[in-house]
């Protein structure tokens, strides 16, 4: 079909539903957001008020302009409605991605006013640019604001003339916040009804999902921005061939593995064979069974499905055919119709290669529950510069941690998995192996536990370093402090800068030379014997070698005796390591030596 046979098209049936995705930080109101369009979609009364699909809800174009009321006047638009998808959040959305873009041809940023933008908001934001989907941002909780007086199911502008001034601007000071956080983010944004050019303007309706106010703006923003810039999108061929996208891969009682897929295009039929993209290759078979969730009324019958003979885009439905335990969410699935079988197998073929993940000869083992989300880790982990030895979709099975065990790299071996279970006898595997598992279902959260564990792993390396050498330290022989002058000497000491540790060889410097006086052989710190004493301590040492009177005397200066190659390593690898007294020893020392040695420990 030509752009111009898109732009004459009255006939709704050729221009598909827009298919709207919700997502936002945890607990920022996206299901319950939800609800409210299908609770008060319902509460219009109607029977056909909104239809159940598998994974999404319909909300037909009539019941959207009863909604918003006088918001919308249903002779503007023509597109039959919205579809909205039904598990919110932003890791569901990654999964709903079709042809390298988002599935989603429209998004939902629930942000709650009070609590602003959350990292969880900031990943949305990313993902939402990254594949270039127009969004609006609920601005949610608005009833939240203190002095708030709630205005059940009205538009905005008719529930802020009910509040006083002071709430106004109470809620307005968190609405310019968020203004604020989304050009921070580059985009610019302003209340839905003063943004004029929607295409380049975020519009921001406050909204409250709890109340209802401010719903029916969001949905005619909705409406608005669909038939305004998605129409020529929105044009399908009816009778073409389904395209959609893989949302759960489910066991049903009866007909074994199911796939939940989004059609956002063409049609599909009982009997239609189709490819499924699989784990390991795309699976070619037959449609067995379409099937939709039964409508309320019939809820009491025993089966929650009923059969239908085919579904046209944009739809949610469950798909029953033979050979679909290795399909992959976020997977494609496509009807075999004008095509051969063999060029639509290569074309899901490709399409799975758009997503393979940029591989490394060392580095982590990646599980994600789905494509999308193993796309967006394997994101996540190429901007924190994490390479990837094998990234793949499902549990956690005994192979990763074999796979895992290989990386060359203590912080290589690790199997970060994103939302996946570990299968029983992996669980065996990594008690056994020194491989680490890291799981979590936030990305960023999961990027940061690894890395801290990466952090905390290279600290303990180089504190072990640290144990191995020879500490820096300068410290005095005080006045009438001597217990014993020989075999070995006793004396008492203060620590001017620095670590003194038992069994280390002491020096004392003549000229720049440091000459050894003997070696450490015991400390006591209040009577207590002690392996080390820090700077500002004063402790009494056993000297085994010298003689007080002799080769040292009450007063002096003494130092540990540093071996060179300690030297260079704490001047050069742990000088951000050791504290600051011991480095001004360690300085002191290097200079003294460096006076007749310029490249001493160099
Ligand atoms: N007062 C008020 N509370 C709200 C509103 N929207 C959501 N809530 C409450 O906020 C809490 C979280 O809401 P949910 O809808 O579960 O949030 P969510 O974003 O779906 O959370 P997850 O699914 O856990 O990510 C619940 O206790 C809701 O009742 C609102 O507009 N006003």
Redesign the pocket.
């Known amino acids: 079909m030509s752009d111009t046979d898109a732009d004459t098209t009255t006939d709704a049936d050729a221009l598909r539903t827009p298919i709207v995705a919700v997502l ?13 369009i299908r609770g008060s979609a319902v509460q219009e009364g109607e029977a056909g008020a909104i239809t159940q699909h598998i994974g999404a809800t319909a909300v037909p174009l009539e019941t959207v302009s009863e909604m918003a009321g006088a918001l919308v006047d249903p002779d503007d638009f023509d597109l039959p409605g919205l579809l909205f998808i039904d598990t ?2 932003h890791h569901s959305f990654s999964t709903l991605r079709a042809r390298g873009g988002a599935l989603a041809d429209i998004a939902v940023l ?1 942000v ?1 006013v009070n609590d602003g933008f959350q990292p ?1 908001t900031e990943e949305a934001i990313d993902i939402l640019r990254r594949t270039g989907t127009p969004f609006v941002v609920a601005a ?5 604001t203190p002095g708030w007086n709630p205005q059940e199911g009205e538009p905005i502008q008719r529930s802020l003339e009910a509040q006083s001034d002071r709430a106004e601007s109470r809620l307005n000071e968190n609405l310019y916040e968020l203004i604020g956080d989304l050009s921070d983010e580059g985009f610019s944004a302003d209340f839905y009804w003063r943004v004029q050019d929607f295409q380049g303007n975020i519009g921001i309706v406050p ?5 209802g106010e401010g719903v029916p703006d969001l949905l005619t923003v909705l409406m608005g921005l669909s038939q305004r810039f998605l129409k020529s999108e929105m044009s399908i061929d009816v009778a073409g061939p389904g395209r959609g996208t893989v949302l759960e891969v489910k066991e049903e009682r009866g007909f074994g593995a199911t796939l939940d897929a989004v059609l956002y295009d063409g049609v599909i039929r009982t009997g239609d064979t189709i490819v499924v993209g699989g784990q390991y290759d795309p699976i070619v078979t037959e449609v067995r069974a379409l099937l939709q969730p039964r409508p309320n009324a019939e809820m009491r019958t025993e089966k929650r499905f009923e059969k239908v003979p085919e579904v046209a885009a944009a739809a949610g439905v469950k798909i029953a055919a033979p050979d679909l335990d290795e399909a992959m969410a976020g997977a494609p699935v496509r009807v075999v119709r004008d095509q051969t079988e063999e060029e639509v197998v290569a074309e899901v073929r490709e399409e799975l290669a758009e997503i393979e993940v940029e591989t490394a000869e060392d580095g982590v083992v990646v599980k994600a529950d789905t494509l999308g989300s193993l796309e967006a880790m394997a994101n996540a982990l190429e901007e924190a510069e994490i390479p990837i030895l094998r990234a793949e979709v499902g549990d956690i099975a005994p192979r990763d941690v074999a796979v895992a065990e290989t990386a060359n790299e203590e912080t290589h071996r690790v199997i970060l998995g994103f939302n996946v279970d570990v299968l029983a006898n992996a669980e065996e595997e990594l008690e056994t192996s020194d491989v680490r598992l890291f799981a979590d279902d936030v990305i960023y959260q999961l990027v940061e536990e690894y890395e801290e564990y990466v952090d905390d792993l290279q600290r303990s390396q180089q504190e072990t370093v640290l144990d191995q050498i020879v500490r820096p330290a300068r410290f005095r022989i005080l006045q009438d402090h001597t217990f014993r002058q020989n075999d070995p000497a006793v004396v008492g000491v203060e620590i001017v800068a620095g670590t003194v540790q038992n069994n280390r060889h002491v020096a004392k410097f003549q000229g720049s030379e440091p000459r050894r006086i003997g070696q450490l052989s015991g400390i006591q710190h209040q009577g207590d014997d002690v392996d080390e004493a820090r700077a500002g301590e004063r402790v009494s040492v056993a000297i085994d070698g010298p003689t007080v009177g002799r080769q040292i005397e009450e007063g002096d200066e003494l130092w540990i005796e540093l071996p060179e190659k300690h030297a260079k390593i704490l001047e050069q690898e742990l000088s951000d390591e050791i504290p600051a007294d011991e480095l001004e020893a360690l300085n002191a020392y290097l200079q003294t030596r460096r006076k007749t040695d310029p490249f001493w420990g160099k």
Do not use: C, E, F, I
């Open positions: 936002g930080h945890v607990d920022h109101g996206k299901t319950t957001l939800l609800d409210r919110p959040g629930v709650d969880q949610n909780k608005v009833d939240t909204l409250s999902a709890m109340t």
